[in-house]
């Protein structure tokens, strides 16, 4: 480094580094400094060279970490940083692009520093680096300010208070990335970290009055999502002869590592700019993720997720509690705008997890919109994209739409909007779909990918309670989203019977069943015929009888049986027998909310009747099954009349006639034959302990998206390489 370009490979024999790094010590007032920091090398553009820059840099900290107690030179180096961001919002307002470059270059080999430093030594060790003064070998000032703190404080103050230009662009994000390495030192722990340098610095002490500012403007980053300036429009030309102040690594940042940078983990995704187009924004919001879900403290709650639960709308005028710390105001409409843009990533759709679930004027805000359908239709669509998106995404989204779904404002008004070809729902062609509609299809889609492929019952519960939750809201349903509702229970019903068949006779092997079973489509909407019908009938008849005496453990005996009944040379007990549960779970919840649907809006909804009619031989088989037989008094009533009315109206019927059949029966249908349930409602609750799931989670973000952060997954221990 120094006045001259500089290669990565050369780092570790560069004179600078070697003397920052060596056994002389370097006062803070040195000229070197001024040297060590005019330096500029091609900047990492790939993986590989980040790894490259990583490798450079353990040989330059090594070979610090072995003399700095004798020479105090990376105390020395933060000192003259914390001297340059002094006159930092000074230089930015004179354009004085060589002070603010060189201050960046200081930060930039800090952040290198910092980043080995926390990874090869304990929190006891680092803390004492950054004591070591110019004395006697290994000596330190106890009584001297603690310049980690220090430092600490000093990147939230350039974090809020230097004003975004041009020219600080790429020191502002230097900064967020510095406090993001700083902590990094959960990654090389299996287990989550509850007391820390983190907790130290930032739950207390002279941090802790900018927790509220910092959360500001890092949500205003993220809101703001401002791209990097164009290459060299902000710092100085670069010399034809190569000599002296070269195009800067400020510039060479711009230019290489915002054209092509890493998302690490897995395979080394490399992300082109343009799928990613604000740094800033995307390590502010890394950075705030990280900062909501520290543990709190022994003796204090994490001051930033307190600012997260409790800031309100700038339009908001009601004084905050005294009780509230951390309290601050934001544009609601401009941060509901950007979550609706920003679906896409996971750490956006975290974020609107984090804010729906923990901040209620957030979530009362965006429950009042009349334009949910911004919000809501990105959500689906990373649902109905399930298979290419990884399962904590998918579970966010999920939660989201649950957590949505316990307003019943939010349940009628969906049904309100009207949607027009929606081009990325390839299973049919919907050219106009409610959005309550849309999101049942989606939901459903869902669940039977899940049940098919990952078999996550977490997944399916959370799916059937979001169509619980809207179940007695449902209005004017698509044909298509009635008919996927009964099919796929259909589908089920009959899966049902031929696992019990399977169960209960082993050895009958019944070609017929088994073929009914196989022949289904995965839409489930080529059934039975008739034939097949009346012999699914009869099994399910002399089936249901036997379950009837003692249903759970007659089950549960001849699952035993089963399994007692098998050799070492035998095949192994199937899959769909060890699902039965999750089966019949299933088909209680969708019958559940068929009949909270016919109970509460049976006059909105002809289409859904037209379903169950269709399918009725089917449901009538499950009158008498014990485990169903409650829930299916209302379905078999509605089956019935209408089927009686359609009996009269004569063969042949159109489907125009047949609804129009419905809809005046409808009013003929004695309410109060309907037997009346409890209300499905189920609310979305965080399990014990939900730092053990989002605390490993954020920092597979931090590790997969930060940007120009580059760490050797051999040093991981928080999570496993191969995690989503």
């Known amino acids: ?31 070197f400094w001024n040297q060590l ?30 003399n700095n107690p004798r020479t105090g030179n990376l105390g020395a180096l933060i000192k003259v940083f914390l001297s340059r961001t002094k006159e930092l919002k000074l230089s930015a307002e004179c354009q004085n692009h060589i002070f603010i470059w060189q201050t960046h270059n200081a930060l930039f080999i800090i952040c290198c520093l910092l980043k080995v430093f926390i990874c090869e030594m304990s929190e006891e ?106 290459p060299g429009t902000h710092v100085l030309p670069q010399q034809s002869d190569g000599g002296g102040l070269l195009y800067g690594l400020a510039s060479g940042v711009a230019t290489g590592l915002w054209t092509v940078f890493t998302l690490g983990g897995v395979g080394s995704k490399v992300v082109a700019a343009s799928e990613l187009s604000s740094p800033l924004a995307n390590q502010s919001l890394l950075l705030l993720l990280v900062l909501a879900n520290l543990t709190d403290a022994a003796d204090a709650p994490n001051p930033y997720r307190q600012a997260i639960m409790s800031f309100k709308n700038t339009q908001d005028s009601s004084p905050f509690p005294s009780s509230i710390p951390h309290a601050f105001q934001i544009n609601f409409n401009s941060l509901y705008m950007a979550l609706c843009e920003q679906q896409t990533s996971d750490q956006a759709t975290l974020l609107l997890y984090t804010l729906l679930h923990q901040n209620s004027n957030i979530r009362t805000y965006m429950l009042a919109r009349t334009d949910m359908e911004n919000l809501v239709l990105p959500i689906l669509e990373i649902l109905y994209h399930v298979e290419e998106r990884n399962s904590h995404h998918v579970y966010m989204a999920l939660i989201i739409l649950l957590i949505l779904t316990e307003d019943d ?24 779909i409610s959005l309550g509609s849309l999101l049942i299809l989606v939901v459903i889609r869902t669940i039977q990918y899940n049940m098919t492929r990952t078999r996550d019952k977490y997944l399916h519960t959370n799916c059937l309670a979001a169509l619980a939750n809207m179940s007695a809201q449902f209005r004017s349903l698509h044909q298509y989203a009635a008919q996927r509702i009964v099919s796929y229970t259909c589908r089920h019903l009959r899966r049902y019977v031929y696992v019990l068949d399977k169960l209960y ?16 489509s995965d839409n489930g909407e080529e059934l039975l015929s008739l034939t097949c019908s009346h012999i699914l009938r009869s099994y399910a008849s002399s089936l249901f009888s036997l379950l009837s005496k003692k249903h ?40 559940e909310i068929i009949n909270s649907c016919l109970t509460n809006s049976l006059h909105h909804n ?28 209302n379905i078999d009533l509605v089956i019935t009349f209408f089927s009686s009315r359609l009996l009269q109206a004569g063969a042949e019927l159109s489907v125009e006639r047949v609804l129009e059949i419905i809809k005046q029966g409808v009013v003929a249908l004695p309410k109060d034959r309907l037997k009346k349930f409890p209300e499905l409602k189920f609310k979305y609750v965080e399990e014990e302990q939900p730092e053990e799931f989002f605390i490993p989670y954020v920092w597979s973000l931090v590790y997969n998206s930060a940007v120009g952060v580059y760490w050797n997954p051999q040093d991981i221990q928080l999570f496993t390489m191969d995690s989503d």
Not at 37 to 66: D, G, H, Q, Y
Not at 505 to 520: A, D, E
Not at 556 to 577: I, K, M, W
Not at 610 to 629: G, I, M, N, V, W
Request: charged share 20%; net charge negative; aromatic share 8%.
């Open 606 to 633: 002809p289409n859904l009747v037209y379903a169950l009619l269709y399918k009725r031989d089917l449901f009538e088989q499950f009158r008498t099954h014990p485990s169903f037989q409650d829930i299916m008094q």
């Open 125 to 230: 060790e680092l803390q004492l680096h950054f004591t070591y003064e110019e004395k006697s070998p290994g000596s330190y000032s106890s009584d001297s300010e603690d310049l980690l703190e220090e430092l600490l404080c000093c990147l939230m103050q350039l974090i809020t208070d230097i004003p975004l230009l041009d020219i600080t662009y790429e020191i502002s994000v230097e900064a967020v990335s510095t406090m993001v390495v700083f902590l990094s030192c959960q990654l090389f722990h299996k287990e989550v970290l509850r007391q820390s340098i983190s907790h130290k610095y930032l739950m207390r002490g002279r941090c802790l009055p900018y927790t509220s500012k910092l959360v500001k403007t890092l949500l205003y980053n993220f809101i703001r999502q401002e791209k990097p300036p164009p």
């Open 37 to 66: 920091l005019s330096f500029s090398f091609p900047a990492p553009t790939s993986s590989t060279e980040l790894k490259l820059l990583e490798e450079a840099t353990i040989s330059v900290c090594r070979s610090l970490v072995e």
């Open 1 to 31: 480094m120094g006045s001259n370009s500089s290669r990565i490979g050369d780092l570790p024999k560069n004179e600078y580094l070697k003397k920052l790094s060596g056994t002389e010590s370097v006062s803070e007032n040195d000229p």
């Open 552 to 591: 759970n453990k007659v089950l549960e005996q001849a699952t035993q049986s089963l399994r007692g009944s098998l050799s070492s040379n035998d095949v192994p007990l199937p899959d769909y027998a060890q699902d039965l549960n999750v089966i019949e779970e299933v088909i209680r919840m969708m019958l």
């Open 505 to 520: 006779f082993p050895h009958s092997h019944c070609s017929t069943l088994q073929h009914c079973f196989s022949t289904l």
């Open 409 to 432: 404002g939010f349940n009628r008004s969906i049904h309100e909007v009207m949607l027009k070809n929606i081009t990325w729902y390839s299973e049919r062609v919907l050219t106009e």
